[in-house]
C-alpha cells in the first residue's frame, strides 16, 4: 500500500513551549490528510481534515488555535501544537487519502509535555 | 452524521477457531468501509476495504469482511484465527461524496489463546 511517514515518531517538550509534526505521503498525492488523536486505549478522535491549499475543518471541541494545521501541498501536512501543556501529551496520528479510496496512516507520534 | 459502532471492546478465540469481529455503521450516502489494525505504539495498518461489488471482500492476513447493507454491518471474519492476530482493530467509515472524513468504531481487542 502507500506510504506515509509521520515525523517526529517522538518528542518530548516543555510546557509552554509549541512542537510541530509533519505528515508526508510519499508515493501518492494526498488531497486530504486527516489528523487523529488517541488516548490510551481508545479508539482515534478526528481533530480536523485538511485539504490541500485551504484552512482545515476542525471537529467540535478542537482549539484551531491551539492546533495548528497546515496542508501546502498535496504530499506535506503539518500539526502544530501551541503553547503544549501536560495535557496535551498524547499519540497523534496522521492519515492521507486521496479522493475517496482508504486512507494510509503514519506510524504516529507520541508527545509528552513537561 | 456519520458513526460507527464495535459493541464488543474484547474478544478472545484459541488459535485455529474462527473469529468474528463486529461493526455495524450508519451513513447518510453509500458508505464506504474500512478495516485497520493496530499493534501497540504504532500506527494504523489497512486490511481491507469495501466500495462497491461483490459483498464479501478479502484482505490482508487471511481476513474477510462481508458487507450487509441491510444490517448495515461489516463484520471482520478469519476462518483459522493465529496468536499473531491479537492486536486492535478498528472498523471505520466514509460517507460518499468527496474528501469526507474517515470516522473509527471504538476499537475490539483481538486475543487469541495458543
Known amino acids: 500500500g502507500a506510504v506515509v511517514s509521520q515525523h517526529p515518531s517522538w518528542v518530548i517538550c516543555k510546557s509552554g513551549t509549541s512542537v510541530k509534526i509533519e505528515c508526508r505521503s510519499l508515493d501518492f498525492q494526498a488531497t486530504t490528510m486527516f489528523w487523529y488523536r488517541q488516548f490510551p486505549k481508545q479508539s482515534l478522535m478526528l481533530m480536523a481534515t485538511?485539504?490541500?491549499?485551504?484552512?482545515?475543518?476542525?471537529e467540535q471541541g478542537v482549539e484551531k488555535d491551539k492546533f495548528l494545521i497546515n496542508h501546502a501541498s498535496l504530499t506535506l501536512s503539518t500539526l502544530t501544537v501551541t503553547s503544549a501543556h501536560p495535557e496535551d501529551s498524547s499519540f497523534y496520528i496522521c492519515?492521507?487519502?486521496?479522493?475517496?479510496?482508504?486512507?494510509?496512516f503514519g506510524q504516529g507520534t507520541r508527545l509528552t509535555v513537561v | 452524521a456519520q458513526s460507527v459502532a464495535q459493541p464488543e471492546d474484547q474478544v478472545n478465540v484459541a488459535e485455529g477457531n474462527p473469529l468474528t469481529v463486529k461493526c455495524t455503521y450508519s451513513?447518510?450516502?453509500?458508505?464506504?468501509l474500512f478495516w485497520y489494525v493496530q499493534y501497540p505504539n504504532r500506527g494504523l495498518q489497512f486490511l481491507l476495504k469495501?466500495?462497491?461489488?461483490?459483498?464479501l471482500v478479502k484482505g490482508s492476513y487471511g481476513f474477510e469482511a462481508e458487507f450487509n447493507k441491510s444490517q448495515t454491518s461489516f463484520h471482520l471474519k478469519k476462518p483459522s484465527a493465529l496468536v499473531s492476530d491479537s492486536a486492535l482493530y478498528f472498523c471505520?467509515?466514509?460517507?460518499?461524496?468527496?474528501?469526507?472524513?474517515?470516522?473509527f468504531g471504538s476499537g475490539t481487542r483481538l486475543s487469541i489463546r495458543p
Open positions: 471505520a467509515v466514509r460517507d460518499t461524496g468527496g474528501a469526507s472524513k474517515i470516522i
Open positions: 451513513v447518510s450516502g453509500n458508505p464506504y
Open positions: 485538511s485539504n490541500e491549499g485551504s484552512k482545515a475543518t476542525y
Open positions: 492519515s492521507a487519502t486521496a479522493m475517496n479510496t482508504e486512507a494510509f
Open positions: 469495501y466500495i462497491t461489488g461483490d459483498n
